[in-house]
């Protein structure tokens, strides 16, 4: 039924889980027989008034839940209310979605750790509350590890503040400089934690054009000029998700913008480790208008939940204290802990090369599997790359890969502003085993052929 046009529920729901309990509901009461051609995506969306992203996202629920099957060239029919659901994979989908480092190198650490701990003379001390800003062993070890892992060259650990991940650290810096309505400019696409946080706490989030160097001085000077933007939020080190490392030179002028126009700096460095010889952070180059995050998940292991802020001088970080205290009271202990360990001993250094030395191998299988449409990584390490393509090319593909049991990012999810970076990422640390990554990867070698060419050409 390809006039097919649904009434989407009333609630709260997101939009995309409306329209497939519409859809679930029409198959059930027989307004969709089995068998019946659904619309394309992109017309439906039309239709309907709603995102493309948010209609082929219903599309791939509604495939996994095994009420329609996508056929490709050919379209999306229904299955029916007895219709068969598809087999799944033996695991699950082979997870490209997720940017999480190998876990091996501290998973081989962790037991003799936990033991170690038993015998430092401060390990009782973590029962009990922590300051708002952290313990003090935990924060000159973080700004230690920033110093030597990420160029943050002479961090000032009493400006730095241990959060439960970066995620809250992005939060408590947004948090003391903007404001319910206040425009963010950013990149065009950017990490979907930005996009998520925005609209919880009521941001206006503004995409910057950028070209390979990353963000367009021009247009952050353009965007600051014409409103009432003060914040701004970058990732100049393997940008997410573009992977693209933004040069010496472009930092500079980004620098001179923001003060010229008197902008505040959200840096977020969480891929640090990934880029060794990367130029130094804007925290360096401008550390009166910077708040820089930082973290130990994408380095050393994400269930440590263990995140790093350092604000600039002045009254911003009584202000980001005065949040800890509302939302959280103090930071917690004992992923902190962990991370302290290792970084006292030597020991996270050790699962960081190792990490990066796993990313550089899957890179090259990447390149070997992926070749030519994959921008050229700006790190051999990176954890993720990016093929870019159309919107709706790269929806067809995330499509046509879940299809052959490959989980990508929804390539919309780091969409701010349509039409200028578009495309799919591939994350390539979260698979257990090298050979799970290559046979991932081959499934979205072969989601790639149906693409466009004219668009292909273009990567």
Known sequence: MAGWTPTLPPGDAPLYERLLDALRADIASGALADGARLPPQRDLAHRLGLGLGTVTRAYVEAEKAGLIQG??????????????????????????????????????????????????????????YAPP?????????????????????????????????????????????????????????????????????????????????????DALDAAAARGTARVVALQPTLQNPTGRIMSAARRAEIVAVARARDLWLVEDDIYAVYAPGAPPPLAVLAPERTFYVSGASKSLAPGLRTGFLVTPPGEALDRVLRAVRALAYAPPNFGGLIATQWIEE??????????????????????????????????????HVWLAMPELDAERVAGRALRGGVELTPP???????????????????????????????????ALIGADERSRATI
């Open 71 to 128: 056929h490709v060239g050919r379209g999306s029919f229904v299955r029916g209310p007895g219709g068969a659901r598809p087999e799944p994979a033996a695991n699950g989908p082979i997870d490209l979605a997720r940017n999480i480092a190998p876990l091996a190198p501290a998973q081989a650490r962790l037991s003799e750790t936990l033991g170690r701990l038993r015998r430092r003379a401060d390990l009782l001390d973590h029962l009990a």
């Open 133 to 217: 800003a952290g313990l003090e062993t935990q924060r000159r070890a973080a700004a230690a590890w920033l110093s030597r892992s990420a160029g943050l060259a002479g961090a000032d650990w009493t400006r730095l503040v241990v959060c439960s991940g970066a995620q809250q650290a992005l939060n408590l810096a947004f948090g003391a400089v903007a404001r319910p309505g206040d425009t963010v400019l950013c990149e065009s696409s950017t990490f979907y934690g930005v996009k998520a946080l925005a609209e919880h706490a009521g941001y206006r989030l503004e995409g910057l054009p950028m070209d390979a160097d990353g963000v367009l001085p």
């Open 346 to 383: 030597g020991v996270a250094d050790q699962i960081a090369a190792e990490s990066v030395a796993e990313m550089a191998a899957r890179m090259v299988l990447a390149r070997q599997v992926l070749g030519t449409a994959i921008e050229a990584p700006a790190s051999p390490s990176a954890p």
């Open 412 to 446: 919309g999810a780091p969409i701010v502003a349509p039409g200028l970076e578009t495309g799919v990422r591939i994350c390539l640390g979260a698979t257990a085993e090298r050979g799970e990554l290559e046979r991932g990867l081959r499934v979205v070698a072969d």
